[in-house]
């Protein structure tokens, strides 16, 4: 059942229903689905294959798109701070010595994990690197604090 602008209801032998949309990109036919019927409804397909549309005007394919943003936010879901650090610590140690990535590796863990190594990288705000700080030069080691305010932040590159 069409809809229009290549927007259509498929109805599968077994009767399920399906919202789809047929396209070209770069000249390969493409067929891309918004969703089952009726948890996706008319409106909502419409919605769907409109925004689909208009990215596919800007030169970009939209299943391409909807897959990388799918990507992104599975990173994202799984990058916690602590996940980042210790992949910056595999990339990072290369040309140090076995002592000091241990000393880096144990001052994260005493340091910095308890506090920040849960949350998401992408949300952390500087006051709760301040609040890390402060909590470090609390229990006395101002050394320490300054380290992890200072040298792990000059020495972080992104990867």
Not at 68 to 77: D, L
Not at 78 to 100: C, M, P
Not at 121 to 145: Q, S, T, Y
Request: one cysteine or more.
């Amino acid at each position: 059942m069409t809809d229009g602008r290549g927007l259509y209801l498929t109805v599968t032998p077994a009767g399920g229903k399906l919202w789809r949309w047929k396209y070209r990109f770069e000249g390969v036919e493409k067929l891309m689905s918004f969703g089952q019927c009726p948890d996706v409804s008319l409106a909502d397909a419409r919605e769907r294959h409109g925004s689909a549309r208009k990215i596919l005007a800007a030169g970009v394919d939209p299943m391409a798109k909807r897959k990388a943003e799918k990507v992104a936010g599975m990173a994202a879901a799984s990058g916690s701070f602590r996940t980042v650090a210790l992949l910056w610590i595999d990339h990072w140690k290369v040309d140090k010595s076995e002592q000091h990535v241990i000393t880096m590796r144990r001052r994260l863990g005493v340091n910095v994990f308890p506090t920040l190594g849960a949350r998401p990288i992408d949300e952390i705000e500087a006051p709760e690197v301040v609040a890390m700080v402060k909590a470090i030069e609390a229990r006395g080691v101002g050394d320490l604090a300054k380290r992890a305010l200072k040298k792990e932040i000059r020495e972080w590159k992104p990867l």
